[in-house]
């Protein structure tokens, strides 16, 4: 007889392999099964990218037919899909199918057309069905899936790498390096999780940085580029980077709906008012999630409309004295009004130190 605590011990496994794919699946959600039976993995399942199978149906393509489908449990992280509009088969029905009697849910699915449906068809089929197993952790694998369901807008992250007194830059703008090389490669690590890197017109232009992730010298990911600033200004400065991979944010001179052109590959978003206005948009062209680079003026943007979901600050024990800070342009009146970062972790990247908290 299973406990909670081997649903808690397997559903972890599901969790260690989905998330193996980290920053390859977008727009789809990090999702991974496991086959039990008498207590033993006999079966994996994970989802490898938009338009490849679902966790469960990779597991259940690979099992022998030998083995019987009703004494096994199926753990998955995230509630098995159960429509048809989209470019695989719906994974409850396929159960169903398979003869699978147990099966144990990490968390609900927040697309509407989903949410707790697939768990009624499973059990409208006399399946028996064991949801919420580390269901805090399995939200969090899939924050930036969840942000865009439930509120139709990509998930942003803000990095920031500063001095002990919190300065980006010196007062001529010289930058590198402040923080050390663990911090710069933790920061690529982080970089691999989201589809865009987001910079302000001053920092592409100053620091023509290369906006993508690596490992030394070794591209991992080519994320997209977002560069906010006037289109006029940019578009004949890109260089060598590659006109499909950049993204402009533009205020428009017209007065009407904010709009989408494109530019000899270049996809430039206009707004009328407020940078905002595009974010939909962006995640209309595929850009779930934005890393969130600066400069000060950008940052200090996206901390006064507290347009950050998650901030990371790597700090480094350097005294920079008068220079330029991250939050030179964010005010506030009282301390009262002061953004307070709340689940903060703490991570030692030898002399410097990472802060990773939620807004």
Known sequence: MLYEN????????????????????????????????????????????????????????????????SKIILYVNLEPCCHFDKRTPPCAQLLIRE???????????PNIKVSGNGVKLLRNNNIDV?????????????????????????????KIACSLDGKIALENGSSKWITSSKSRKRCHEDRVLYDAILVGKNTFFTDRPKLNSRDKDKVIKENKKIIIGNYLDIIDSIGDYNPNNIIIISQSSVQDSASIMNHNGIRILFFKDKIEEVFNQLLSIGICSVYVEGGGKTFSYFLKKKIFDEISIYKSPKILGKGKSFSDQFRVNNISESLHLKNIEYTILGEDILLKGYL
Not at 99 to 109: E, F, Q
């Open 130 to 158: 064991t949801t919420g197993v580390l269901e805090d952790e399995c939200k969090k694998i899939n924050k930036i899936f969840f942000k865009n369901m439930l509120k139709g807008l990509p998930y942003f992250e803000g």
């Open 6 to 69: 081997d649903h808690k011990y397997f559903m972890a496994k599901v969790l260690d392999l989905a998330i193996s794919k980290k920053g390859f699946v977008s727009p789809n959600p990090y999702v991974a099964c496991l086959l039990v039976s008498n207590g033993q993995v006999i079966g994996t399942g994970l989802h490898n990218g938009a338009g490849s199978s679902h966790a469960e149906l990779d597991a259940l393509l690979k099992l022998p037919k030998c083995f019987d489908r």
């Open 99 to 109: 003869g699978i009697t147990n099966v144990v849910i990490g968390c609900l699915d």
